[in-house]
């Protein structure tokens, strides 16, 4: 059997600048755009390694952080505020982008400066 695939699009406007778009622009690939007026999108990522993993994105104003957890029913992984993280810090006045990763909290937090790049 010969596979074949199409490119399809899906748009939503729930109105107040919430507007969500998702498209499947390959086999195995998705594609999602959520519109300022969402603070939070969750992806679940099923069958990883035995687990199903949950990427969490949310805005901070003008920063961006990405929480990857096994979601609040799975008491076998970090609490919810050390899960391992992402930050992109975006300056408009200075053009710069800055990444920082992080895991843990409290006392034991390891965080670790990425870089940054101008833009």
Do not use: C
């Not at 998705?30 to 199903?52: L, N, P, R, T, Y």
């Not at 969490?56 to 799975?74: H, K, P």
């Not at 975006?90 to 006392?107: D, K, P, V, Y």
């Amino acid at each position: 059997m010969e596979e074949s695939f199409e490119n399809t699009t899906f748009a939503v406007d729930f109105g107040s600048e919430r507007q969500v778009h998702l498209e499947f622009p390959a086999a195995n690939t998705i594609w999602v755009a959520a519109g300022s007026g969402f603070e939070v999108a969750d992806i679940w990522m099923k069958e990883i390694g035995g687990a199903d993993l949950r990427v969490r994105i949310t805005r901070l104003g003008n920063a961006l952080e990405v929480s990857i957890d096994r979601g609040d029913q799975s008491g076998n992984w970090w609490p919810p505020p050390a899960a391992p993280r992402l930050l992109i810090a975006l300056n408009q006045i200075a053009r710069r982008a800055s990444a920082t990763a992080s895991l843990g909290e409290g006392h034991q937090i390891r965080t670790v400066e990425l870089g940054s790049v101008s833009y």
